[in-house]
């Protein structure tokens, strides 16, 4: 295969094994399915049959390629082309004088003019497969992706038992902050559980965020240990917290929470947003992505079945990959019809 001409061309070419192709004692074994099944497809990626990998000129766009998929039968092993991705660790500074590590994931070539900017759950960090997976995602679409640890987590600088609502807000500004410093004009918001309604609280004070996305965010934050849904939470001396997984935070973390209302802050959402949630999420219940859409003025709701809160499962995270991919791409169009 011709793989110079595509890296020279932006693109990368891999070979992609559909899920529903068997693998038995070494063997593969095709088990049949639509086209349209292909992982990559739903991805908005283009498909080309592997024995004709050479037959794809380079700079083919990647997506509105449907003809090029029904060339050939993609049922099996076959070179899914995407754009190449450049991946940069970066790192700021929050206004608690903290540094925060971040990664961008942006085309080759020059910064694009619009992007995203990715927050993670509670417990989580910028290393989880579903944020590494969605902020390709938006660089395969011609987006710069930035994924950052919030304070305390991951490689970022911070006591994570100081966690509070009020200093993710904080963090996320500052990583948006940072983003907009480049070339980048339009900036979505992605966030995870906390982080999305970290990102839906600060989209409702923003009207310059593009866009917003949140997956399984809750729509009431938990202001005593009690309250919290899914974990138990018990009292430590000192006025600490500790979670089942013996994570550890000051509660503070619920005086601070009860001093925000996400379905208030929901109706002044301005931007085009897209609520996803697991329909077997047992910390967050589905009813709460309702909630939300409910109270704003331009948001949609997608249920992922089988999907619970903890992580997507590989066929839940294609799903979720092709909804946001959709939808970004959706706005994006809007946005530059807008500006002609």
């Known amino acids: 295969m011709d793989t110079e001409r595509h890296r020279a061309a932006g693109w990368e070419a891999v070979l992609c094994v559909p899920r529903w192709s068997l693998r038995l004692r070494g063997i593969a074994v095709n088990v049949g399915g639509p086209r349209a099944s292909h992982p990559c497809r739903a991805a908005g990626r283009t498909i080309t049959p592997a024995h004709d990998a050479r037959a794809r000129p380079p ?22 082309y995407r754009r190449g991705v ?14 925060l590590a971040a990664t961008v994931h942006r085309p080759q070539g020059a910064w694009p003019s619009w992007g995203a900017v990715v927050a993670h759950g509670m417990l ?22 930035l994924r950052f640890d919030f304070a305390g987590r991951g490689r970022s600088q911070g006591d994570p ?5 009020s200093g993710e807000v904080a963090d996320l500004h500052t990583a948006l902050l940072w983003l907009r410093g480049r070339p980048v004009d339009r900036v979505a918001l992605i966030g ?5 309604t970290v990102a839906l609280l600060h989209a409702a004070v923003d009207p310059d965020v593009a866009a917003l ?13 009690e309250a919290v849904r899914g974990e138990t ?20 973390f619920f005086t601070d929470a009860n001093r925000h209302d996400p379905l208030a802050a929901a109706g002044r959402v301005a931007c085009p947003w897209l609520v996803v949630h697991g329909m077997v999420d047992a910390v967050v219940p589905p009813e709460d992505a309702s909630r939300l859409a409910g109270a704003a003025t331009d948001a949609r709701v997608v249920l992922v079945s089988d999907a619970d809160h903890a992580s997507f499962s590989d066929r839940d995270l294609t799903q979720l990959e092709a909804e946001v991919r959709a939808f970004l791409s959706e706005q994006r169009v809007a946005v530059q019809a807008r500006r002609r």
Do not use: W, Y
């Not at 989580?124 to 992706?145: D, R």
């Not at 995870?192 to 999305?196: E, F, M, R, T």
């Open 124 to 145: 989580s960090s910028k290393e989880s497969p579903k944020h590494v997976a969605l902020a390709n995602l938006v660089a395969e679409l011609g987006g710069a992706a």
């Open 192 to 196: 995870s559980s906390l982080g999305g």
């Open 233 to 252: 939470v018990r009292r430590l001396p000192g006025g600490l917290v500790e979670t089942e997984s013996g994570e550890r935070f000051r509660d503070v």
């Open 213 to 225: 996305v949140t997956v399984a965010a809750p729509a009431v934050l938990p202001s005593t240990p």
């Open 59 to 80: 700079g083919v766009p990647p997506a509105g390629t449907a003809a090029a998929v029904e060339q050939g039968d993609t049922r099996g092993p076959t070179f899914c």
């Open 86 to 99: 450049r991946l940069e660790d970066v790192s700021f500074v929050n206004p608690r004088g903290q540094s």
């Open 161 to 165: 038992t100081e966690l509070t609502v």
